[in-house]
């Protein structure tokens, strides 16, 4: 089963992959071949980068000298400026020659358009993360603005003012209405799969947490979703789908997803290749490094993320480099756990040096330092789903193996009880025996009466190890019959057997009818209880046992002053074979408050657990005219 889970992922590897090329090629061919248009890039022009307020946009379209850098159709990437930049580039435009100009950048703050119509009035086009969604010239996810249609043939010049918090990097690209709408697509097409991929990685962690509770497939399943969130983010699609009037929670958003990432990132690796066994220092280390990156976080939140932006890069950056060299050196640790993380962060780590060396002006924006980072989070998320699948197989047969022992002692004790039924059977007929024909000699009675109360005790005890063979016949309805409550709680009370430190306190109302209710059955599950209270307070105390009547039920607690039970194992109480944790050091194998469960419902009523201030309270609700086997039935 696994050969074939792991099987089934590799071939969403391939496909995922195959989609991804897919879009490379249909991206990149378009980036280098418009229909309707020769230009790929602008034409020759001027830029500078300076203060808002050294130049108008009028000085510049009249006179573009004024700038003294020279474009050569070359990208442009600066790092991070407070600066603005501007660009003059001259179109030879025809008549009813529709173009957009494409910046290839999504996260810049403010980008404007100024050129001069055919009656010399000054034009202005904004756009932005931070221009409402639906002010842009363009309603797309990625910077986009309409030129100037002319009516005769004309050389249009035109300027543009770009200024931005984060990464002062674009990539100026005409296009025809066509080519845009086929970029469009092919780069919804290409997070498509990303998202998907993201889904798919989050549905199955949770699935897995549901099963087994271990907290690394629940940091899986968080981590594929804020990863999703963040390239959703990045790429505009928050701020066309959630809050197209809302610019300002584009940077904040960004930023609290990518610090989030960061640090479930840190601890998705940790839990997983299980740092802590075999490094513990390293591992306090990085979980410490992991809480700053939620610091971030708020801080982002609050608004401080333009900040943050250069340190979130260059730390990412410098944590997949520590990760990496940490599943190198733990590769014969956690085979092949560690070898499937390290595969996993590599292209990442690829992907994001160089959209760093692109961020800090080393790089110009192109296809491979913008979009390489979606391709390779579509590897490290179909490698994410292998690591889900092997380490689910692995604790699918860590609890096989568990059950398999749990059997063979249940089996144990079974047939040891088995063997000791003959024997008590004697030992008890003799002590019959033994009493009848001393029956003059009152000074033998109590011995007697001690002796024959401890096989009863070893009888429960022999019962009680039977009790999970037997549970079907409860399907088949109990045999309820009228019981002296008094006479019943004393029988529970010679049957206990407690140590020297526990004392037993019997509660009941002093005016007490009869109670109907299947005897054998129902005493097996009290002494289970008062077990348990007897085995879960080791340092002794009082044990209460207690009964009440209300309308239509009557109810018996058993409480005691022990360890009582966590609130997170509470909901597991009554489950086959559940152990609290705290309590595994104990004997047992969880079975006994799954017979009392099964016990109480058999009579139509319910237990619950009630927690004390010291130790646990079991109380078992039953109704005053229990079910009849044929009502069970």
């Given at each position: 089963?696994?050969s074939?889970?792991?099987?089934?992922?590799?071939?969403?590897?391939v496909?995922?992959?195959?989609?991804?090329?897919?879009?490379?090629?249909?991206?990149?061919?378009?980036?280098?071949?418009?229909?309707?248009?020769?230009?790929?890039?602008?034409?020759?022009?001027?830029?500078?980068?300076?203060?808002?307020?050294?130049?108008?946009?009028?000085?510049?379209?009249?006179?573009?000298?004024?700038?003294?850098?020279?474009?050569?159709?070359?990208?442009?990437?600066?790092?991070?400026?407070?600066?603005?930049?501007?660009?003059?580039?001259?179109?030879?435009?025809?008549?009813?020659?529709?173009?957009f100009?494409?910046?290839g950048?999504?996260f810049?703050?403010?980008?404007?358009?100024?050129?001069?119509?055919?009656?010399?009035?000054?034009?202005q086009?904004q756009?932005?993360?931070?221009?409402?969604?639906?002010?842009?010239?363009?309603?797309?996810?990625?910077?986009?603005?309409?030129?100037?249609?002319?009516?005769?043939?004309?050389?249009?010049?035109?300027?543009?003012?770009?200024?931005?918090?984060?990464?002062?990097?674009?990539?100026?690209?005409?296009?025809?209405?066509?080519?845009?709408?086929?970029?469009?697509?092919?780069?919804?097409?290409?997070?498509?799969?990303?998202?998907?991929?993201?889904?798919?990685a989050?549905?199955?962690?949770?699935?897995?947490?549901?099963?087994?509770?271990?907290?690394?497939?629940?940091?899986?399943?968080?981590y594929s979703?804020?990863?999703?969130?963040?390239?959703?983010?990045?790429?505009?699609?928050?701020?066309?789908?959630?809050?197209?009037?809302?610019?300002?929670?584009?940077?904040?958003?960004?930023?609290?997803?990518?610090?989030?990432s960061?640090?479930l990132?840190?601890?998705?690796?940790?839990?997983?290749?299980?740092?802590?066994?075999?490094?513990?220092?390293?591992?306090?280390?990085?979980?410490?490094?992991?809480?700053?990156y939620l610091?971030g976080?708020?801080?982002?939140?609050?608004?401080?993320?333009?900040?943050?932006?250069?340190?979130?890069?260059?730390?990412?950056?410098?944590?997949?480099?520590?990760?990496?060299?940490?599943?190198?050196?733990?590769?014969?640790?956690?085979?092949?756990?560690?070898?499937?993380?390290?595969?996993?962060?590599?292209?990442?780590?690829?992907?994001?040096?160089?959209?760093?060396?692109?961020?800090?002006?080393?790089?110009?924006?192109?296809?491979w330092?913008?979009?390489?980072?979606?391709?390779?989070?579509?590897?490290?998320?179909?490698?994410?789903?292998?690591?889900?699948?092997?380490?689910l197989?692995?604790?699918?047969?860590?609890?096989?193996?568990?059950?398999?022992?749990?059997?063979?002692v249940?089996?144990?004790?079974?047939?040891?009880?088995?063997?000791?039924?003959?024997?008590l059977?004697?030992?008890?007929?003799?002590?019959?025996?033994?009493?009848?024909?001393?029956?003059?000699?009152?000074?033998?009675?109590?011995?007697?009466?001690?002796?024959?109360?401890?096989?009863?005790r070893?009888?429960?005890?022999?019962?009680?190890?039977?009790?999970?063979?037997?549970?079907?016949?409860l399907?088949?309805?109990?045999?309820?019959?009228?019981?002296?409550?008094?006479?019943?709680?004393?029988?529970l009370?010679?049957?206990?057997?407690?140590?020297?430190?526990?004392?037993?306190?019997?509660?009941?109302?002093?005016?007490?009818?009869?109670?109907?209710?299947?005897?054998?059955?129902?005493?097996?599950?009290?002494?289970?209880?008062?077990?348990?209270?007897?085995?879960?307070?080791?340092?002794?105390?009082?044990?209460?046992?207690?009964?009440?009547?209300?309308?239509?039920?009557?109810?018996?607690?058993v409480?005691?002053?022990?360890?009582?039970?966590?609130e997170?194992?509470?909901?597991h109480?009554?489950?086959?074979?559940?152990?609290?944790?705290?309590?595994?050091?104990?004997?047992?194998?969880?079975?006994g408050?799954?017979?009392?469960?099964?016990?109480?419902?058999?009579?139509?009523?319910?237990?619950g657990?009630?927690?004390?201030?010291?130790?646990?309270?079991?109380?078992?609700?039953?109704?005053?005219?229990?079910?009849?086997?044929?009502?069970?039935?």
């Open positions: 089963m696994t074939i889970r792991i099987l089934l992922c590799l071939m969403m590897v496909s995922g992959a195959t989609a991804a090329m897919d879009s490379i090629q249909r991206y990149t061919a378009v980036s280098s071949n418009y229909s309707g248009t020769s230009i790929t890039a602008l034409p020759a022009g001027r830029w500078a980068l300076g203060p808002a307020a050294q130049w108008t946009p009028q000085q510049l379209l009249t006179n573009p000298s004024l700038l003294p850098g020279e474009l050569q159709g070359q990208r442009l990437s600066f790092g991070y400026s407070s600066d603005v930049l501007w660009i003059w580039f001259a179109l030879e435009q025809q008549p009813e020659e529709l173009l100009l494409q910046l950048s999504s810049l703050d403010r980008v404007d358009l100024f050129f001069l119509d055919d009656k010399g009035q000054l034009n086009q756009s932005g993360d931070h221009i409402p969604f639906f002010d842009r010239p363009v309603l797309s996810r990625g910077l986009v603005l309409r030129l100037h249609e002319v009516e005769t043939p004309q050389r249009v010049a035109y300027l543009l003012r770009v200024e931005t918090g984060s990464a002062m990097t674009l990539r100026p690209v005409l296009q025809s209405p066509g080519d845009l709408l086929l970029h469009e697509k092919n780069s919804t097409l290409l997070y498509g799969v990303l998202f998907g991929f993201s889904v798919l989050a549905l199955l962690a949770l699935i897995s947490w549901g099963w087994t509770r271990q907290g690394a497939f629940l940091t899986a399943a968080l979703l804020v990863f999703a969130w963040l390239h959703f983010t990045i790429n505009g699609f928050d701020q066309q789908y959630l809050y197209p009037s809302m610019p300002i929670w584009t940077d904040r958003l960004i930023g609290v997803s990518g610090f989030l960061a640090a990132l840190q601890f998705l690796v940790l839990q997983f290749a299980k740092v802590r066994q075999w490094l513990p220092r390293a591992n306090q280390l990085l979980v410490g490094w992991a809480v700053l610091a976080a708020l801080a982002s939140l609050a608004g401080a993320y333009p900040l943050l932006a250069p340190v979130l890069m260059l730390s990412g950056l410098l944590q997949i480099l520590v990760l990496l060299g940490l599943m190198l050196y733990g590769l014969k640790r956690q085979w092949p756990v560690n070898l499937l993380l390290f595969l996993m962060l590599a292209p990442g780590c690829l992907a994001i040096l160089l959209q760093v060396l692109r961020n800090l002006g080393l790089l110009p924006f192109t296809f330092t913008s979009h390489l980072w979606a391709l390779s989070a579509m590897v490290q998320l179909a490698l994410l789903l292998v690591i889900l699948l092997l380490t197989s692995k604790a699918q047969q860590r609890l096989q193996q568990q059950l398999d022992e749990n059997t063979a249940q089996r144990l004790y079974q047939l040891m009880a088995h063997e000791l039924r003959t024997p059977a004697v030992v008890s007929s003799a002590l019959s025996n033994l009493q009848w024909q001393t029956h003059q000699l009152p000074e033998a009675q109590p011995r007697i009466d001690r002796a024959r109360m401890a096989v009863a070893l009888n429960n005890l022999v019962d009680n190890a039977l009790a999970e063979d037997r549970l079907h016949l399907q088949q309805g109990i045999q309820p019959e009228a019981v002296e409550p008094a006479e019943w709680l004393e029988e009370s010679n049957l206990c057997l407690l140590t020297d430190k526990h004392q037993l306190d019997i509660q009941q109302p002093d005016q007490l009818d009869s109670l109907i209710f299947d005897r054998q059955w129902l005493t097996l599950a009290v002494l289970n209880l008062l077990d348990n209270a007897v085995k879960y307070s080791p340092t002794g105390g009082r044990i209460v046992l207690s009964l009440s009547l209300a309308d239509q039920y009557w109810q018996l607690a409480s005691d002053q022990g360890s009582g039970v966590p997170a194992d509470r909901p109480l009554f489950e086959r074979g559940f152990r609290a944790k705290q309590h595994r050091g104990y004997s047992g194998l969880g079975l408050l799954h017979l009392v469960d099964e016990v109480v419902r058999a009579h139509g009523g319910r237990i657990y009630q927690p004390q201030a010291v130790g646990s309270c079991f109380v078992l609700e039953l109704p005053l005219q229990p079910l009849t086997a044929s009502s069970t039935s």
